[in-house]
Nanobody, 127 residues
Framework: VQLQASGGGLVQAGGSLRLSCAAS????????TAWFRQAPGNEREFVAV??????????HYADSVKGRFTISRDTAKNTGYLQMDRLKPEDTAVYYC???????????????????WGQGTLVTVSS
């Protein structure tokens, strides 16, 4: 699976952005897909995950983004999305999409368990 992330940019606090993760090579919906982010000097951290269609497509969010971000996918377009609303300056980071197969629920928050990664897209939120 090849992943291509896009949609980052500069936005004021309180604004919105939608990130996209276009997949090629395999049917995207079969994989557990997630978004991670990494701010300068910080480790890569979990943002949101959506399970593969065979596992019901359930979602989970980091506490820091719950209620503001929404993860989804469009199976027809083989693309995943991260809708980010009410953005805060602390959301500033490079955002990465990732995909993996056979990931158990307790392991979904660990970036080391994902096999495929997009190149990252920068989100900058100004105060």
């Amino acid at each position: 699976v090849q992943l291509q992330a896009s949609g980052g940019g500069l936005v004021q606090a309180g604004g919105s952005l939608r990130l996209s993760c276009a997949a090629s090579g395999r049917t995207f919906s079969r994989y557990t897909t997630a978004w991670f982010r990494q701010a300068p000097g910080n480790e890569r951290e979990f943002v949101a995950v959506i399970r593969g269609s065979g596992s019901g497509g359930s979602t989970h969010y980091a506490d820091s983004v719950k209620g503001r971000f929404t993860i989804s996918r469009d199976t027809a377009k083989n693309t995943g999305y991260l809708q980010m609303d009410r953005l805060k300056p602390e959301d500033t980071a490079v955002y990465y999409c990732a995909a993996g197969a056979g990931i158990i629920w307790s392991s979904m928050f660990n970036p080391g368990n994902y096999d495929y990664w997009g190149q990252g897209t920068l989100v900058t939120v100004s105060s």
